[in-house]
């Protein structure tokens, strides 16, 4: 499926290749969308790579090529919602970064540069006068620029505009598991300019975009996306909308188009040249409204049950995917995790210890500074009576020149571990340990 070439945005519909379609079967869903008309659209500062002011805008052609990825989703069957434009505010078409939106609740922005901040009264005004249960983020966070829903999970993007920090407040506050994945290309600064969710199993993504160990946890969690060229993150191809079938997606990524029609997919090219001048595109004009009905399942960790675990690193240890692979397997025993993710300070775990009252905390070391950090750690826990009988355990690679030995292991045991699970044990251990654990807690 296409736009047409002529001025109007219906939609011309082009046969799909009959094999793909007889091998998969799309199925699009109706969805609820927000968006924000460009009354007010220019580039008169520069916060991103894209923004040039000494560039003039097209207004009347900025307000056509929005005009018509509106059109193409009411066609679509899709329903689309406004919020009125605010003068001063040229950056508010793009609705997508005005919150997150799930289950009747919305998590307002909190923007990191002073030229938006005033969308977030705007936004929050909207969504408050509409009956969800609305706040704005402590952190800084910049809604669905970097949150994405995928399934049951939060795909959560940071490096350039999100305080990392925010993770743990979206996870709290919706309910949901959230993956935290770092951005390090500043023409890609959100999550939606790097990655797109096509349905609950499947994205697409620009890997260049994302830091190492990042592209590690999108290869296992995803191991079936399709992967997008570098002309295609260059022509804004990654923000695009899924409804399961359809993906309408900025023109000029063609090698992306082609993957999707060949995965059974419908892409249909919209132009937002003279939007992408913002650094925006299909996504960033789109703020979707999930309403309870329509929203995915939710992992059991998330609706109740379980323990509460906090999963974290020593502060020395930068890796991540140790966190993201002990959070899934802990999500499928059906306890609920808060993964602080790599690099946590001593103090800030305490902190969050101290805020949440978990029922066990899990430390991981792949860098072998397990022993090393893990002393002062649990002593630092230890030494605060609130949690003074928390279970913690710690885990991993503990010592640099290979297994630790019984000496270290015990030493970690007398500084106050519960538990210590040297790396080679296997998970088998660990979940005897936290099956016991929770029938202690429910007796």
């Known amino acids: ?54 560039k003039p805008v097209d207004a009347r052609l900025a307000f056509l090529q929005w005009q018509r990825i509106r059109d ?23 609705a997508a970064n005005g919150a997150t939106v799930m289950d009747g609740r919305a998590l307002v922005a909190r923007f990191r540069y002073d ?56 996870e709290e506050f919706f309910g949901r598991p959230v993956i935290g994945l770092t951005l390090v290309d500043d023409n890609y600064y959100h999550l939606d300019t790097a990655l797109a969710v096509l349905d609950q199993q499947t994205v697409m993504y620009y890997p260049a975009a994302f830091a190492p160990g990042s592209q590690e946890i999108l290869r296992a969690l995803f191991p079936d996306a399709i992967i997008a060229t570098d002309e295609d993150a260059r022509a804004f191809g990654l923000n695009a909308i899924s409804d399961g079938r359809h993906v309408v997606l900025p023109a000029g990524a063609t090698s992306l188009s082609a993957q999707l029609r060949e995965r059974g997919f419908e892409p249909i090219d919209v ?3 003279e939007l992408l001048r913002a650094g925006g595109g299909v996504k960033c004009c789109t703020l979707e409204l999930r309403d309870p009905a329509a929203a995915e ?24 995917w140790n966190l993201v692979y002990l959070q899934l397997a802990l999500t499928e025993l059906g306890h609920r995790v808060l993964n602080l993710g790599p690099c946590v300070p001593d103090e800030l775990l305490v902190s969050e ?26 002593g630092r826990i230890r030494a605060c009576p609130e949690l003074a009988a928390t279970p913690v355990v710690i885990g991993g690679k503990l010592g640099i020149a290979g297994p630790a030995g019984h000496q270290s292991r015990d030493q970690l045991r007398a500084a106050g571990f ?18 016991r654990l929770m029938m202690s807690v429910s007796t």
């Open 1 to 54: 499926m296409k736009l047409s070439a002529g001025g109007d945005a219906r939609l011309a519909v082009t046969e799909p290749n009959p094999e793909v379609s007889a091998a998969i079967r799309r199925t699009a869903t109706k969805h609820r969308y927000l968006m924000c008309p460009p009354t007010y659209f220019d580039v008169v500062y520069s916060i991103n790579p894209w923004m040039d002011p000494s």
């Open 72 to 94: 193409v989703f009411v066609e679509l069957g899709h329903a689309v919602e406004l919020i009125p434009p605010v003068p001063g505010l040229p950056d508010m078409v793009f």
């Open 115 to 170: 030229e938006r901040t005033a969308e977030s009264a705007a936004y929050l005004d909207w969504f408050a006068a509409r009956g969800y249960q609305a706040r704005q983020a402590a952190w800084t966070n910049e809604g669905e620029g970097d949150f994405l829903v995928a399934g049951g999970w939060l795909l959560a993007g940071s490096g350039f505009r999100t305080d990392p920090r925010s993770h743990a407040e979206s």
């Open 271 to 273: 132009e937002v040249s």
């Open 297 to 320: 399942p939710v992992p059991a960790a998330a609706a109740g049950g379980g323990l509460s675990v906090v999963v974290t690193s020593v502060a020395s240890d930068s890796h991540n």
């Open 353 to 378: 210890c101290l805020r949440v009252r978990p029922d066990l905390v899990v430390v991981s070391s792949v860098n072998g500074h397990g022993f090393i950090d893990g002393v002062p750690l649990i």
């Open 418 to 435: 519960d538990a210590v699970f040297e790396d080679g044990s296997g998970m088998a251990a660990f979940r005897s340990f936290t099956e």
